[in-house]
């Protein structure tokens, strides 16, 4: 476990200029209901 978020669910970590970026798998975090809710949002 990594803060909060399991780290299997990480897909990548880099550096950009002075920013950390963590690259989350959200299809891993979400349920399905809250995937459906996003998925509907974008289109």
């Known amino acids: 476990m990594v803060g909060g ?3 299997d669910c990480i897909t990548s970590i ?4 002075d920013r ?3 690259l989350l798998d959200l299809e891993k975090i979400l349920s399905t ?3 459906n809710v ?3 949002a974008m289109n």
């Open 5 to 7: 978020v399991d780290s």
């Open 14 to 17: 880099g550096k950009l200029e």
């Open 38 to 40: 996003l998925d509907t």
């Open 20 to 22: 950390l970026l963590i």
């Open 33 to 35: 209901s809250e995937f």
